[in-house]
């Protein structure tokens, strides 16, 4: 080789080994990879190749291969995935087969452009692209980049990786991560909707991958599953509290309301004074409110501020006139700041006949939603639907205390919203007075 190469640099010489040197070990590591694919065990192919059985064990690590251990460890072999043969390919579902990555594997080694693979397989690019972006080896460090030193593309490691990611049934998030598990079992129990969970996951652990889910997955855990585990260790019957399967159709608006009190005090009207607020929700302060009524006379006064979904629920004492409402409406938002007090819309009720007294005393203008329009106050319909949940219709609201009531706002108030990207209406508003720390 010094004769070969003489008068060239001492530099291009040991560049040109060390090349050498690579190619004869990425040989070596691919004929390894072959022979543990074919059936064999570490020692044997160590044996038979002529490396020690360590560095064979850390190759198949390397790879990604599934692994039986033998005795102390010593001695391992590769597990194949149980699967069933691929039906014959039509259309557009083309999968891969092992003779086809065969010939990607020839033909990269000839220097074949992954456009020109394609063409030869009748496939297009965009599937050469993905194999090997999936299943393209690599190992070492480049001194030079800080990326791998070396790779290689292997057909039976690619089909040994594919088939496992092919079989079925596999484990289940949830079966596998107990911390997971323990957090969306926490969450459900304390009424979030599978969405609720995986957007308030998200927010409560940013940076732990393993503590993220999907809501479709906890949703399959606890629907489609026979017999569902986490559907008994909950006990509960519903995830969805609205039990609805369709959208109820919106109803055309009916004439005009002939209550005086409503006059220059309706959405068009609201729209004139805080156009660009409402619209973008992007200031706080602007409240839906409504009546949550069960028998007995009795109801439930709800406030919902549109920016943080923030929640004020007050029970009436046994009567739902002008004037209790008004009273009881008052001394829920007295503690409020200005800032946060800029309006109130609310349905043409007749308990807000008086609402004039209630402007007068908090400096809050009050609007009406067109009538038979549930939609105008979307937030507080679905505050209305959550509470249900809580008190299915029939509660009689005067059995219960007004602890029982500030409960339940809690609850509310520290549930992770999907709207609010997992974070709680109270770690959105935050008001003085209202705000509960959240670390449980």
């Known amino acids: 080789m010094q004769q070969i190469f003489q008068g060239l640099p001492g530099r291009s010489v040991v560049l040109t ?3 050498i040197s690579r190619a004869a070990s990425k040989r070596l590591r691919l004929q390894v990879l072959d022979l543990m694919l074919a059936g064999g065990t570490s020692k044997s192919v160590a044996e038979q190749v002529g490396v020690s059985g360590t560095s064979v064990r850390r190759w198949c690590q390397q790879a990604g291969l599934h692994r039986a251990q033998g005795w102390a460890g010593k001695d391992v072999s590769v597990i194949p995935a149980n699967v069933a043969p691929l ?15 065969t010939k990607i594997e020839l033909r990269l080694n000839d220097g074949w452009s992954q456009s020109r693979i ?28 800080g990326g791998p030193a070396d790779s290689a593309y292997n057909a039976a490691t690619a089909q040994h990786h594919t ?8 484990t289940r998030k949830l079966h596998a991560h107990p911390a997971l598990r323990h957090q969306v079992l926490r969450l459900m129990a304390e009424g979030h909707s599978p969405p609720q969970v995986s957007v308030r996951l998200r927010h409560l652990f940013p940076d732990d991958e393993r503590m993220r889910i999907s809501h479709e997955s906890i949703y399959q855990e606890l629907y489609l599953q026979a017999r569902s585990v986490l559907l008994q260790e909950l006990k509960v019957e ?23 009190w409503l006059q220059g005090c309706l959405l068009a009207d609201r729209e004139q004074m805080f156009a660009a607020e409402i619209c973008e929700r992007k200031i706080p302060g602007h409240w839906e409110g409504d009546l949550v009524v069960g028998p007995g006379n009795s109801a439930l ?16 004492p046994g009567a739902r006139d002008s004037e209790t409402v008004i009273d009881k409406l008052t001394r829920m938002v007295e503690s409020l ?3 946060v007090l800029r309006s109130l819309t609310w349905d043409q009720g007749s308990e807000m006949a008086k609402h004039a007294r209630f402007t007068v005393a908090t400096g809050c203008p009050v609007f009406f939603a067109d009538p038979h329009s549930p939609w105008q106050r979307g937030t507080n319909e679905n505050l209305n639907g959550q509470l249900r ?33 997992g974070m709680t209406p109270a770690e959105k508003l935050d008001v003085p007075g209202h705000h509960v720390d959240d670390t449980r």
């Open 238 to 260: 519903v995830a969805l509290r609205s039990g609805r399967t369709g959208r109820i159709p919106a109803s055309k608006l009916p004439p005009a309301s002939k209550r005086t």
């Open 301 to 316: 006064i709800t406030l919902v501020e549109r920016v943080s979904r923030f929640t004020l629920l007050g029970r009436l």
């Open 163 to 170: 088939d496992y990611r092919r079989a079925r049934p596999k």
């Open 389 to 421: 949940y809580e008190y299915p219709k029939g509660t009689n609201f005067n059995t219960l205390t007004d602890q029982d009531i500030q409960d339940t706002q809690d609850r509310l108030n520290h549930r992770g919203r999907v709207i609010l990207a």
């Open 337 to 339: 700041p200005e800032a």
């Open 87 to 101: 039906p014959a390919r039509t259309g557009h579902a083309r999968r891969l087969s092992l003779a086809e990555r």
């Open 17 to 19: 080994m060390a090349a």
């Open 118 to 145: 394609a063409d030869d397989l009748g496939v297009h690019r965009s599937t050469i692209s993905r194999e090997l972006a999936r299943n393209t080896l690599s190992w070492g460090r480049s001194c030079k980049t």
